[in-house]
């Protein structure tokens, strides 16, 4: 799993999260430069769906555990929103029940189903 990161680091933390078989660019590549001028956007590329790894998607479940693992490693736990297409809006909400007790750590869940 990879995680794109654009804008200031100290800004308050965006989390996008693509659709099956979505390449994060084509899922969000025209909003990012709006959302990177007064947010911090993290834009996660699945394993198994980043051309630049050679990995293969585990779980919902494995990769779940991931993204809550970045966030607490390189966000201090919190960020501000999540917003998942298609998958990944399964994904904000297994992160919103999840163990980790993700409720606490996100101000904003945002999901999108199909």
């Keep these: 799993m990879k995680v794109y990161e654009f804008g200031a680091d100290t800004a308050p933390v965006i989390l996008l999260l693509p659709g099956t078989c979505c390449h994060w660019k084509s899922n ?3 909003v990012i430069p709006l959302l990177q001028r007064d ?3 993290l834009c996660v ?3 198994g769906f980043d051309e630049t790894e050679s990995t293969e998607f585990p779980t919902m479940l494995a990769e779940t555990e ?3 693992a970045y966030i607490r490693k390189n966000c201090g736990g919190h960020i501000r929103a999540a917003y998942g297409c298609s998958l990944g809006g399964s994904f904000v909400g ?3 029940c999840y163990p980790y007790k993700w409720a606490q750590l996100v101000k904003s869940i945002i999901e999108q189903g199909v």
């Design 45 to 47: 590329s699945y394993d």
């Design 28 to 30: 969000f590549g025209q």
């Design 94 to 96: 297994l992160l919103a």
């Design 66 to 68: 991931k993204i809550e």
């Design 39 to 41: 947010f911090r956007v």
